[in-house]
């Protein structure tokens, strides 16, 4: 009967999700390590801005770094921790494995190297009411690929431009739909293979530590809790898939039966209630403060018990 903590991924940014820490003395110090790194102030962010991936990456991490620094105190003990995409990398820093003004630093890092790395326009779309082999199919043939694997006929997918156009038209034909999304890179697809290795290399020159509890790799749903594990898992992420059915999966196995997703959005804890109805997951953007969540995760712990 434990708590598992959610590091959410970019696309949910909106104009109020930094209100929680609003104000708060103990957000400070990192939304000062972010105004240096993106070089604006996150609380007089344009929200038109909030979606370019070399700020999107860093803000998430920090909205998430920051609502669990706020929440530490005064909830149990996470059993273990697991981030979508950028969110993998929040994790390690909740789980103190990486000092929380690294992980903005690296998520930069990060961003700058996609970026870089993206020779064409391109970006993610996500993909529903189809099948894996079908939808690897329609990849296949219009140069797109299966990025993020999400459950059974949910998927997001990356590619061109120009091919994620194709592969839209592709989809619907076959009786799917398809959302595009705010972000401007393929994502966990080959074409972001130049940035792997340089992101590793500045993995490697980074102060780790022993986590408090194992983080899952988004690729498999593994278990880490070592350096080297670490730093595998957020170099490959970089241009293969996730599979974050199988964190979803892992979490239930590993008997968490509360998950509490850090912001911004609430993406995670809606499919976490759509995979896993018997669980208890909800996102903090959905309260009103920082004690309301806290009394919410320790009253279902609570319920568990009993």
Request: net charge negative; proline share 7%.
């Amino acid at each position: 009967m434990t708590l598992a903590i959610l590091c959410p991924g970019q696309g949910d940014q909106t104009p109020g999700m930094l209100d929680l820490l609003r104000g708060s003395p103990g957000a400070k110090p990192l939304l000062h390590v972010l105004a240096d790194v993106i070089g604006h102030d996150p609380l007089t962010l344009p929200p038109d801005r909030c979606h370019a991936n070399a700020i999107a990456q860093p803000l998430v991490c920090t909205i998430a770094l920051a609502a669990f620094a706020l929440l530490r105190d005064h909830i149990p003990e996470p059993a273990v921790f697991a981030g979508y995409s950028v969110g993998e990398l929040a994790a390690h820093g909740c789980a103190g494995a990486l000092a929380p003004e690294a992980v903005v630093r690296l998520a930069r890092q990060r961003a700058e190297l996609m970026d870089a790395a993206s020779a064409e326009p391109g970006g993610l779309c996500a993909v529903r009411g189809l099948g894996r082999a079908a939808l690897a199919a329609l990849c296949g043939q219009t140069g797109c690929f299966i990025a993020i694997v999400n459950g059974e006929d949910r998927f997001i997918a990356g590619g061109r431009a120009a091919d994620l156009a194709a592969l839209d038209r592709a989809v619907e034909a076959e009786g799917g739909k398809v959302t595009h999304l705010s972000i401007a890179v393929a994502s966990h697809t080959p074409l972001m293979e130049p940035a792997r290795e340089p992101f590793r290399a500045r993995l490697l020159e980074a102060a780790w530590q022993t986590p408090s509890a194992p983080v899952l790799a988004g690729v498999s749903g593994a278990a880490v809790r070592n350096r080297a594990k670490a730093i595998e898992a957020l170099a490959i992420q970089i241009d293969h898939p996730l599979d974050w059915a199988a964190c979803l999966d892992a979490l239930d196995e590993r008997r968490c039966t509360v998950l509490l997703e850090l912001g911004p959005g609430s993406g995670l804890s809606r499919m976490a209630r759509e995979r896993l109805p018997h669980l208890q997951a909800r996102a903090v953007c959905e309260f009103a403060s920082i004690s309301g969540v806290a009394s919410w995760v320790r009253q279902h712990l609570d319920d568990a018990v009993e």
